[in-house]
């Protein structure tokens, strides 16, 4: 059973910024790649940005040079820190791990860009 609990997210102006992390638990390989998607409001889930076990990123075009994804191997965690956040940011943001075997989900944790 893999586990991932998101926190981090939260109401912001346009221009703000937030942190948002995730936690792995459970039983996955140490070869994964994590990462962010996003659901906005009657669309569908779209990725954000991913990160290999080996540090090697990947990022939507919408969010490079705002959004920045890193993780700690030693503590199986990922976070997003995204800056100068705009309205179309506004989506549930959901934590991913992906190994050989399978996919995992986080719960996914809301995050609201309006002044």
């Known amino acids: 059973q893999v586990q991932l609990v998101e926190s981090g997210g939260g109401l912001v102006q346009p221009g703000g910024s937030l942190r948002l992390s995730c936690a792995a638990s459970?039983?996955?390989?140490?070869?994964?790649?994590m990462g962010w998607y996003r659901q906005g409001p009657g669309k569908e889930r779209e990725l954000v940005t991913t990160i290999t076990s080996g540090g090697s990123t990947n990022y939507a075009d919408s969010v490079k040079g705002r959004f920045t994804i890193s993780r700690d191997n030693t503590k199986n965690t990922v976070s997003l820190q995204m800056n100068s956040l705009k309205p179309e940011d506004t989506a549930v943001y959901y934590c991913?791990?992906?190994?050989?075997?399978?996919?995992?989900w986080g719960q996914g944790t809301q995050v609201t860009v309006s002044s």
């Open positions: 991913n791990l992906e190994d050989w075997r399978s996919i995992y």
């Open positions: 459970g039983n996955f390989f140490s070869i994964n790649t």
